[in-house]
């Protein structure tokens, strides 16, 4: 498995669940129907933790149901080295949201050659970011009228926006701020070094948070995103659609 493609494999399910990604599935497929040849990109966008991942697989099964051929990548699978997502230090806000990805690397191996007529080879993935490696993806030929589900972090940035035939901005701000918040009161040990690790815990989340916050101010991605699903309550997602 690529780096980053990590979703929930056994998400929770209900009625409308099933009902909401069914219905942004049928504007997939919708789009995708009208292409001439070529490859149907869409960015699954969000914030950390609010089931990028997770939604984009289960929209991949509800399109390989109806036969379509499916492609999956993520900006996981093209992080920098460790030494320059850090290079402004390790709880820098600004690095986080500047440096964390390779987009140069991500246009040429993956994005150009899709939105290519015709396409081009492709590769799906750079580098493994737990081992802090690169990785040799194989080469590979997308089958025509194919849809890539590409979920990640920043994909509104000024760099990728053009590339996008569809967007989905995923909201799960309050689920996220809830689960960070329980993450960093229990690393909070009793004792009198309890408020140091309290802060240490709260300092890491700045980085992502404050990063986070960079991008949605600079780049103001739910107002690009055709659609944006409310994540929040798992069992019931909500959708506004754009434009």
């Known amino acids: 498995m690529a780096s980053g493609l990590d979703g929930n494999p056994d998400p929770l399910r209900s009625a ?33 933790g609010a089931g990028k991942s997770t939604l984009a697989d289960e929209l991949a099964a509800d399109l390989r149901r109806r036969g379509v051929p499916v492609l999956r990548s993520t900006t996981d699978s093209f992080h920098h080295r460790r030494e320059v997502r850090w290079a402004k230090g390790v709880l820098s806000p600004e690095g986080f949201y500047r440096d964390s990805h390779d987009l140069p690397r991500l246009r040429e191996l993956l994005l150009d050659p899709l939105t290519d007529r015709p396409t081009r080879p492709y590769r799906a993935a750079a580098f493994d970011e737990p081992s802090n490696a690169p990785v040799d993806a194989p080469s590979e030929v997308a089958p025509d009228a194919a849809v890539l589900l590409f979920d990640g972090l920043f994909l509104q940035r000024e760099e990728l926006r053009h590339y996008w035939d569809f967007s989905i901005w995923v909201d799960g701000e ?3 701020t809830a689960d960070r918040t329980r993450w960093a009161s229990e690393r909070c040990p009793a004792g009198p070094w309890g408020l140091v690790a309290m802060a240490r815990s709260w300092a890491i989340l700045g980085r992502y948070v404050g990063g986070l916050r960079l991008y949605i101010d600079e780049c103001r991605p739910a107002e690009h995103a055709d659609v944006v699903i409310d994540n929040n309550d798992l069992l019931a997602p909500s959708l506004a659609w754009r434009g």
Do not use: K, W
């Open 174 to 176: 309050h689920r996220v």
């Open 16 to 48: 409308a669940r099933s009902r909401a990604l069914g219905e942004v599935a049928d504007e997939i497929f919708r789009r995708r129907r009208t292409l001439a040849n070529g490859v149907l990109c869409v960015a699954v966008d969000g914030i950390d």
